[in-house]
Structures are given as structure tokens and as C-alpha cells.
Antibody, heavy 120, light 106 residues
Framework: EVQLVESGGDLVQPGRSLRLSCAAS????????MHWVRQAPGKGLEWVSG????????GYADSVKGRFTISRDNAKNSLYLQMNSLRAEDTAFYYC?????????????WGQGTLVTVSS | EIVMTQSPATLSVSPGERATLSCRAS??????LAWYQRKPGQAPRLLIF???TRATGIPPRFSGSGSGTEFTLTISSLQSEDFGVYYC????????FGGGTKVEIK
């Protein structure tokens, strides 16, 4: 059974940094692309970032480009999201999601999310 | 960035009736489109990928069609468990989601 467990969400002040982690199990981690998707209160789903199976292809939403960095450690079956220069509009539940293939396409499994609140 | 627009925002359908959800892309995404269902308190569930391929375990009452910029998700005979919010997502150029269609049981 695929399991994705996010951690690292917290209440932070605008301009500060936060690092999210996702521990994956139940599948061959290094065979699939991985993503971060967020949902702000009362809003829809927003893709944040994705990384291919070997880290060779990385993409970001325009809203986070230059501030967020995605990475993965295939030896540790883990996905990360480094978030810098946080803004109030980054407040959301952040979900780790597994792709259906090696590259950035559709999302087959999701974690339960971790809450990031950006507020002074 | 490709913008995905879903309509209607809310759809009220009686059990047994057909539900038709629309998704429009701001530019062609070829057939690189997926659909998800989300229920309160649950993770999104992949329904359809590559426009019309049902994901594992998805019943045949769910079907997808379209290409280019216009796509449709059809639920042929709505069941009570089909309520929730449905999202389309393109993966032609990175990924973007539509704003969602809420399906209510009438």
C-alpha cells in the first residue's frame, strides 16, 4: 500500500523559511516522479512543484518560482520542499503526491497534507 | 502558464441521471488531461488520465472525452457516493488544475 506522510508544516512569519518533508513507502520510490500540491482555505487545488524520478526534470508554478526548491533523496525514499520568502498567500495545506510515471504527468496517490500558515 | 477553466461551478444532479462536467484549456494540451474526485476529508482520487483512460478501480460509469482545449467528464448514472468536487488537470506543460466543479446530489 502506498503511503505518503508529510511533515514540517508550521506557523511562520512572512519572509521566513520552512522545509517540508514527505516520507514515502509501499512502492519503488525512485521509479516515479513526485509532486507538491497545495490547497488554500476555501480554494481549489494548486500544483506547486514536481520532480522527475531521477531529479533531472524539475518544474514550479509561477507563483513560487524563485522562492521554493523541490528535491528528493531516493536512498531515503523522501521528498522535500524548501520554502523561502514565505508570503501570506502561501498559507495552505501542502500535499505530497506520487506521479503515475517517471515524469511529470498525473497523480495517483496523495498524502494527508501538512498545514503551513504564514502570518505575523 | 496554461489556465484550466471548469464549468459549471456547481452541478445538482438526481441519482441515476447523467452528469456532464466541462474543462477548457487556454491553449492546446493535446490529450494530456486528467480528472480527479475529491470528497471532504479525503485525498483526491485519480479518475481518468490521458483524457479517457480510467484509473485502476474506477467504475465504467465515469468516462472522459475531448482533445486540444475542450474536455468532458461524464458520469453516466450518478450514484449517491459520487458527490464531491471534481478537478481537471493538464500535464502538457508542467501541471495546472482547474478551479473545480462541485457535484451535489439533488
Amino acid at each position: 500500500e502506498v503511503q505518503l506522510v508529510e511533515s514540517g508544516g508550521d506557523l511562520v512569519q512572512p519572509g521566513r523559511s520552512l522545509r517540508l518533508s514527505c516520507a514515502a513507502s509501499g512502492f519503488t520510490f525512485d521509479a516515479y516522479a513526485m509532486h507538491w500540491v497545495r490547497q488554500a482555505p476555501g480554494k481549489g487545488l494548486e500544483w506547486v512543484s514536481g520532480i522527475s524520478w531521477n531529479g533531472g526534470k524539475i518544474g514550479y508554478a509561477d507563483s513560487v518560482k524563485g522562492r521554493f526548491t523541490i528535491s528528493r533523496d531516493n536512498a531515503k525514499n523522501s521528498l522535500y520542499l524548501q520554502m523561502n520568502s514565505l508570503r501570506a498567500e502561501d498559507t495552505a495545506f501542502y500535499y505530497c503526491a506520487k506521479d503515475g510515471v517517471r515524469f511529470l504527468e498525473w497523480l495517483t496517490d496523495w498524502g494527508q497534507g501538512t498545514l503551513v500558515t504564514v502570518s505575523s | 502558464e496554461i489556465v484550466m477553466t471548469q464549468s459549471p461551478a456547481t452541478l445538482s444532479v438526481s441519482p441515476g441521471e447523467r452528469a456532464t462536467l466541462s474543462c477548457r484549456a487556454s491553449e492546446s494540451v493535446s490529450s494530456n488531461l486528467a480528472w480527479y474526485q475529491r470528497k471532504p476529508g479525503q485525498a483526491p482520487r485519480l479518475l481518468i488520465f490521458a483524457t479517457s483512460t480510467r484509473a485502476t478501480g474506477i467504475p465504467p460509469r465515469f468516462s472522459g472525452s475531448g482533445s486540444g482545449t475542450e474536455f468532458t467528464l461524464t458520469i453516466s448514472s450518478l450514484q449517491s457516493e459520487d458527490f464531491g468536487v471534481y478537478y481537471c488537470q493538464q500535464y502538457h506543460t508542467w501541471l495546472t488544475f482547474g478551479g473545480g466543479t462541485k457535484v451535489e446530489i439533488k
